[in-house]
């Protein structure tokens, strides 16, 4: 019986290296799991688990170490849509609505009084 979950890794060509085939292995180069943290393949979200691929995550770190996550810049800065509304303080879900209506991210919070404009009308 096939994984279930193997069309999201095995068929994506993501496999575990070999020496993590041996747990003590994975223990020598990961130790022991911190409370509220998951194992998370961190840079390349499509790597391989591997010792320099991997990273211990918080919940929110995992949310935005998604594939499927869209990244916005806006002032230089390159986030997720949730990290924007955390930083914003703002519901995620309203700010993608938002900037899929408006087609850009400063158009979207233009009437936001917390945002500040300079003497061209610029967000700054």
């Given amino acids: 019986m096939a994984n279930s979950s193997y069309a999201y890794y095995g068929a994506r060509g ?7 085939k041996f747990f003590e292995n994975f223990y ?11 194992l998370d393949r961190f840079p390349d979200v499509n790597g391989n688990y ?3 691929n991997c990273r211990w995550a918080t919940r929110e770190e995992q949310d935005n170490n998604k594939r499927t996550n869209v990244y916005v810049t806006w002032r230089g800065k390159t986030q997720t849509y949730s990290q924007w509304a955390r930083e914003l303080g703002q519901d995620p879900a309203v700010l993608r ?7 850009t991210f400063e158009r979207q919070l233009r009437d936001y009084s917390f945002l500040k404009k300079d003497e061209h009308g610029r967000f700054f």
Avoid: F, H, Q, S
Avoid at 14 to 20: E, P, S
Avoid at 29 to 38: A, E, H, L, N, S
Avoid at 97 to 103: A, F, I, N
């Fill in 97 to 103: 609505r938002r900037y899929l209506k408006t087609g």
């Fill in 28 to 38: 020598a180069d990961m130790g022991d799991r911190p409370v509220g943290m998951t």
């Fill in 50 to 52: 591997e010792p320099n």
């Fill in 14 to 20: 993501i496999a575990v290296c070999d020496r993590w």
